[in-house]
Protein backbone atom coordinates (compact mmCIF):
# COMPACT_ATOMS: atom_id res chain seq x y z
CA UNK A 1 0.00 0.00 0.00
CA UNK A 2 1.78 3.27 -1.20
CA UNK A 3 -1.38 5.44 0.27
CA UNK A 4 -4.19 5.86 1.78
CA UNK A 5 -7.10 8.55 1.16
CA UNK A 6 -10.10 9.60 2.97
CA UNK A 7 -13.07 10.03 0.53
CA UNK A 8 -15.98 12.20 2.11
CA UNK A 9 -19.36 10.69 0.77
CA UNK A 10 -20.09 7.53 -0.72
CA UNK A 11 -18.54 5.87 -3.54
CA UNK A 12 -20.64 4.51 -5.80
CA UNK A 13 -18.27 3.36 -8.61
CA UNK A 14 -14.61 3.69 -9.36
CA UNK A 15 -12.38 3.50 -12.95
CA UNK A 16 -8.91 4.00 -13.29
CA UNK A 17 -7.80 5.61 -16.56
CA UNK A 18 -3.67 5.50 -17.37
CA UNK A 19 -2.52 7.08 -13.80
CA UNK A 20 -5.69 8.56 -12.61
CA UNK A 21 -8.04 7.11 -10.34
CA UNK A 22 -12.00 8.46 -10.93
CA UNK A 23 -14.25 7.63 -7.94
CA UNK A 24 -18.07 8.39 -8.43
CA UNK A 25 -19.80 9.75 -5.76
CA UNK A 26 -23.82 9.07 -6.87
CA UNK A 27 -25.40 11.63 -4.26
CA UNK A 28 -22.74 13.74 -3.02
CA UNK A 29 -24.69 17.14 -4.54
CA UNK A 30 -27.55 16.30 -2.46
CA UNK A 31 -25.47 17.53 1.00
CA UNK A 32 -24.30 20.15 -0.81
CA UNK A 33 -27.64 21.15 -1.88
CA UNK A 34 -27.14 21.09 -5.76
CA UNK A 35 -27.87 18.09 -6.52
CA UNK A 36 -25.32 17.42 -9.27
CA UNK A 37 -23.29 14.06 -8.69
CA UNK A 38 -19.92 13.92 -8.39
CA UNK A 39 -16.48 12.58 -9.61
CA UNK A 40 -13.67 12.98 -7.56
CA UNK A 41 -10.29 12.32 -9.76
CA UNK A 42 -6.86 10.66 -7.57
CA UNK A 43 -3.28 10.91 -8.75
CA UNK A 44 -2.48 7.46 -8.51
CA UNK A 45 0.77 8.28 -8.09
CA UNK A 46 1.17 10.51 -5.15
CA UNK A 47 -2.43 9.92 -3.84
CA UNK A 48 -3.33 13.47 -3.69
CA UNK A 49 -6.60 14.54 -4.82
CA UNK A 50 -6.60 16.47 -8.38
CA UNK A 51 -9.68 17.69 -8.81
CA UNK A 52 -13.59 17.32 -7.87
CA UNK A 53 -15.75 17.48 -11.24
CA UNK A 54 -19.49 18.20 -11.01
CA UNK A 55 -21.55 15.68 -13.26
CA UNK A 56 -25.78 15.92 -13.93
CA UNK A 57 -27.84 13.76 -11.48
CA UNK A 58 -28.08 10.23 -10.41
CA UNK A 59 -24.59 9.67 -12.19
CA UNK A 60 -24.82 5.47 -11.64
CA UNK A 61 -21.92 4.14 -14.28
CA UNK A 62 -18.64 4.53 -15.53
CA UNK A 63 -17.38 3.63 -18.57
CA UNK A 64 -13.68 4.56 -19.75
CA UNK A 65 -11.95 5.20 -23.10
CA UNK A 66 -8.15 4.27 -22.31
CA UNK A 67 -7.21 5.41 -26.14
CA UNK A 68 -8.16 8.49 -26.18
CA UNK A 69 -7.64 8.89 -22.23
CA UNK A 70 -12.19 10.04 -21.59
CA UNK A 71 -14.03 8.97 -18.77
CA UNK A 72 -18.08 8.43 -20.01
CA UNK A 73 -20.47 9.44 -16.70
CA UNK A 74 -23.81 7.98 -17.24
CA UNK A 75 -26.35 10.04 -15.48
CA UNK A 76 -29.32 8.46 -14.94
CA UNK A 77 -31.69 11.33 -13.19
CA UNK A 78 -31.83 12.73 -16.79
CA UNK A 79 -30.15 10.54 -19.60
CA UNK A 80 -27.37 12.19 -20.13
CA UNK A 81 -24.06 11.39 -20.43
CA UNK A 82 -20.73 13.48 -19.05
CA UNK A 83 -18.11 12.91 -21.48
CA UNK A 84 -14.51 14.12 -18.90
CA UNK A 85 -11.34 15.04 -20.54
CA UNK A 86 -8.89 13.20 -18.32
CA UNK A 87 -5.97 14.50 -19.50
CA UNK A 88 -6.81 17.79 -18.86
CA UNK A 89 -9.39 16.83 -16.15
CA UNK A 90 -12.72 18.69 -16.54
CA UNK A 91 -16.12 17.78 -18.93
CA UNK A 92 -15.55 18.65 -22.24
CA UNK A 93 -19.23 18.13 -23.32
CA UNK A 94 -23.08 16.71 -22.11
CA UNK A 95 -24.52 14.25 -24.47
CA UNK A 96 -28.65 14.08 -24.17
CA UNK A 97 -29.04 10.25 -24.96
CA UNK A 98 -32.68 9.85 -23.85
CA UNK A 99 -35.61 11.01 -24.41
CA UNK A 100 -38.92 11.57 -22.94
CA UNK A 101 -41.81 13.86 -23.50
CA UNK A 102 -42.87 13.54 -20.01
CA UNK A 103 -45.17 16.55 -20.09
CA UNK A 104 -46.67 19.43 -23.08
CA UNK A 105 -48.65 22.30 -22.33
CA UNK A 106 -50.16 24.29 -25.17
CA UNK A 107 -50.63 28.46 -24.63
CA UNK A 108 -53.79 28.60 -26.85
CA UNK A 109 -53.55 32.15 -27.04
CA UNK A 110 -50.28 32.31 -29.35
CA UNK A 111 -50.54 28.67 -30.54
CA UNK A 112 -46.61 27.94 -28.67
CA UNK A 113 -46.47 24.76 -27.47
CA UNK A 114 -44.27 23.67 -24.51
CA UNK A 115 -42.72 19.88 -24.30
CA UNK A 116 -40.64 18.72 -20.96
CA UNK A 117 -38.22 16.44 -21.97
CA UNK A 118 -37.40 14.97 -18.65
CA UNK A 119 -34.92 12.25 -20.00
CA UNK A 120 -32.98 14.41 -21.75
CA UNK A 121 -31.36 16.51 -20.45
CA UNK A 122 -33.69 17.76 -17.82
CA UNK A 123 -34.71 20.17 -20.94
CA UNK A 124 -37.85 22.26 -21.56
CA UNK A 125 -38.81 23.23 -25.19
CA UNK A 126 -41.24 25.84 -26.85
CA UNK A 127 -42.36 24.91 -30.09
CA UNK A 128 -43.95 27.94 -31.85
CA UNK A 129 -46.90 28.25 -34.11
CA UNK A 130 -46.17 27.71 -37.62
CA UNK A 131 -42.23 26.66 -36.84
CA UNK A 132 -40.73 23.47 -37.11
CA UNK A 133 -38.42 24.29 -35.11
CA UNK A 134 -37.91 24.06 -31.75
CA UNK A 135 -36.49 26.50 -28.89
CA UNK A 136 -34.55 24.76 -25.90
CA UNK A 137 -35.46 26.75 -22.47
CA UNK A 138 -33.53 27.25 -19.48
CA UNK A 139 -35.23 24.40 -17.22
CA UNK A 140 -33.19 24.13 -13.75
CA UNK A 141 -32.54 21.30 -11.99
CA UNK A 142 -34.41 17.73 -13.53
CA UNK A 143 -38.22 19.87 -14.08
CA UNK A 144 -40.50 16.54 -13.85
CA UNK A 145 -43.81 18.04 -14.27
CA UNK A 146 -45.22 20.91 -16.83
CA UNK A 147 -48.43 23.31 -16.87
CA UNK A 148 -49.45 26.36 -18.89
CA UNK A 149 -51.76 28.91 -17.62
CA UNK A 150 -52.77 30.82 -20.32
CA UNK A 151 -54.67 33.73 -18.06
CA UNK A 152 -52.11 34.09 -16.12
CA UNK A 153 -49.35 34.06 -18.66
CA UNK A 154 -47.36 31.82 -16.52
CA UNK A 155 -45.47 28.52 -17.58
CA UNK A 156 -45.21 26.30 -14.36
CA UNK A 157 -42.57 23.24 -14.16
CA UNK A 158 -42.02 21.32 -11.02
CA UNK A 159 -38.33 20.69 -9.42
CA UNK A 160 -37.91 16.93 -8.34
CA UNK A 161 -34.63 17.87 -6.95
CA UNK A 162 -35.36 21.43 -5.45
CA UNK A 163 -38.89 21.09 -4.21
CA UNK A 164 -39.97 24.03 -6.04
CA UNK A 165 -41.66 25.70 -8.81
CA UNK A 166 -39.96 27.15 -12.04
CA UNK A 167 -41.92 30.12 -13.65
CA UNK A 168 -42.09 31.54 -16.67
CA UNK A 169 -43.78 34.86 -18.05
CA UNK A 170 -44.75 33.57 -21.42
CA UNK A 171 -44.77 36.85 -23.16
CA UNK A 172 -41.13 36.54 -22.31
CA UNK A 173 -39.91 33.10 -21.59
CA UNK A 174 -36.45 33.13 -21.83
CA UNK A 175 -35.98 33.59 -18.08
CA UNK A 176 -37.49 31.55 -14.81
CA UNK A 177 -38.60 32.14 -11.35
CA UNK A 178 -37.67 29.90 -8.72
CA UNK A 179 -40.78 29.55 -6.33
CA UNK A 180 -39.56 27.21 -3.04
CA UNK A 181 -42.22 24.99 -1.61
CA UNK A 182 -40.30 25.16 1.79
CA UNK A 183 -40.19 21.30 2.14
CA UNK A 184 -37.17 19.22 1.96
CA UNK A 185 -35.10 18.39 -1.57
CA UNK A 186 -35.83 15.44 -3.12
CA UNK A 187 -32.24 13.15 -4.17
CA UNK A 188 -33.76 10.22 -5.94
CA UNK A 189 -35.88 8.83 -8.36
CA UNK A 190 -39.23 8.46 -6.86
CA UNK A 191 -41.17 10.59 -8.59
CA UNK A 192 -43.97 12.89 -7.10
CA UNK A 193 -46.85 14.49 -8.81
CA UNK A 194 -48.01 18.08 -9.86
CA UNK A 195 -52.06 19.62 -10.14
CA UNK A 196 -53.12 23.19 -11.16
CA UNK A 197 -56.09 24.59 -11.34
CA UNK A 198 -55.91 27.42 -13.17
CA UNK A 199 -59.23 28.88 -12.11
CA UNK A 200 -58.02 29.68 -9.12
CA UNK A 201 -54.19 29.84 -9.70
CA UNK A 202 -53.30 26.68 -7.12
CA UNK A 203 -50.66 24.12 -7.35
CA UNK A 204 -51.24 20.61 -5.19
CA UNK A 205 -47.58 18.99 -5.41
CA UNK A 206 -47.12 15.55 -3.96
CA UNK A 207 -43.08 13.89 -3.19
CA UNK A 208 -43.98 10.63 -2.47
CA UNK A 209 -39.86 10.54 -1.64
CA UNK A 210 -40.68 12.01 1.78
CA UNK A 211 -44.35 11.73 2.29
CA UNK A 212 -44.81 15.65 1.71
CA UNK A 213 -47.83 17.21 0.26
CA UNK A 214 -47.99 21.00 -0.23
CA UNK A 215 -50.37 23.55 -1.67
CA UNK A 216 -49.96 26.93 -2.92
CA UNK A 217 -51.28 29.85 -4.06
CA UNK A 218 -49.02 30.24 -7.39
CA UNK A 219 -50.01 33.81 -8.22
CA UNK A 220 -49.37 35.00 -5.16
CA UNK A 221 -46.08 33.01 -3.90
CA UNK A 222 -47.95 31.86 -0.81
CA UNK A 223 -47.63 28.29 0.95
CA UNK A 224 -51.58 27.25 1.60
CA UNK A 225 -50.77 23.98 3.07
CA UNK A 226 -47.76 21.51 3.91
CA UNK A 227 -48.37 18.26 5.14
CA UNK A 228 -46.55 14.92 5.78
CA UNK A 229 -48.26 12.08 5.39
CA UNK A 230 -45.89 9.10 6.71
CA UNK A 231 -47.91 6.79 4.52
CA UNK A 232 -47.23 8.04 1.01
CA UNK A 233 -43.22 7.89 2.02
CA UNK A 234 -41.96 4.96 -0.70
CA UNK A 235 -38.09 6.40 0.17
CA UNK A 236 -35.86 7.47 -2.85
CA UNK A 237 -35.41 4.76 -5.26
CA UNK A 238 -38.75 3.27 -5.91
CA UNK A 239 -39.36 5.19 -9.11
CA UNK A 240 -42.49 6.87 -10.54
CA UNK A 241 -46.51 7.08 -9.84
CA UNK A 242 -45.95 6.20 -5.83
CA UNK A 243 -48.84 8.83 -5.68
CA UNK A 244 -51.08 10.99 -7.85
CA UNK A 245 -53.05 14.42 -6.60
CA UNK A 246 -55.22 16.77 -7.91
CA UNK A 247 -57.07 19.83 -6.76
CA UNK A 248 -60.20 21.54 -6.60
CA UNK A 249 -59.49 25.71 -6.03
CA UNK A 250 -63.38 26.54 -6.05
CA UNK A 251 -63.85 23.84 -3.42
CA UNK A 252 -60.79 24.19 -1.22
CA UNK A 253 -59.86 20.44 -2.08
CA UNK A 254 -57.16 18.23 -2.58
CA UNK A 255 -57.69 14.54 -3.69
CA UNK A 256 -54.76 11.74 -3.29
CA UNK A 257 -54.35 8.76 -4.37
CA UNK A 258 -52.32 6.55 -2.38
CA UNK A 259 -50.85 3.10 -4.68
CA UNK A 260 -49.88 1.16 -1.21
CA UNK A 261 -53.38 1.74 0.40
CA UNK A 262 -55.44 1.84 -2.87
CA UNK A 263 -57.51 4.24 -1.56
CA UNK A 264 -58.36 8.56 -2.58
CA UNK A 265 -58.60 10.54 0.20
CA UNK A 266 -59.94 14.11 0.08
CA UNK A 267 -59.08 16.62 2.24
CA UNK A 268 -59.55 20.78 2.77
CA UNK A 269 -56.00 22.53 2.18
CA UNK A 270 -57.22 25.73 3.97
CA UNK A 271 -57.55 23.35 7.56
CA UNK A 272 -55.78 20.22 6.63
CA UNK A 273 -58.94 17.92 7.77
CA UNK A 274 -59.69 14.72 5.91
CA UNK A 275 -63.02 15.29 4.41
CA UNK A 276 -63.33 11.42 2.84
CA UNK A 277 -62.23 8.60 1.87
CA UNK A 278 -62.74 6.22 -1.18
CA UNK A 279 -61.46 2.49 -1.14
CA UNK A 280 -60.60 1.86 -4.85
Known amino acids: ?14 ALVGPTLAILMRDAGHKLGDGFSRVTLIDTATGQEATILSVRFEAQNLGVDPDHMRLFVGNGGDGSVSVI ?7 TKTIDVANSAAGVGVDTKTG ?6 RLGGSEIY ?6 QGLIRMEAGKWPSE ?13 SH ?4 LYLWNLDNPTTYETFSLGVAHNTGDSLGDLAYDADAGVAAVVFTETGNVVVADVANKKILMTTN ?5 IGPNSGPDGAKIAVDGTKNQIYIYDSKGAAVRAYNYTSGQLVATIAL
Open 1 to 14: QKWSLPIKGQISEA
Open 85 to 91: DMDKKFV
Open 112 to 117: TRYILN
Open 126 to 131: SWPKDS
Open 146 to 158: LVVDVNRRTLIAL
Open 161 to 164: YESA
Open 229 to 233: FPELN
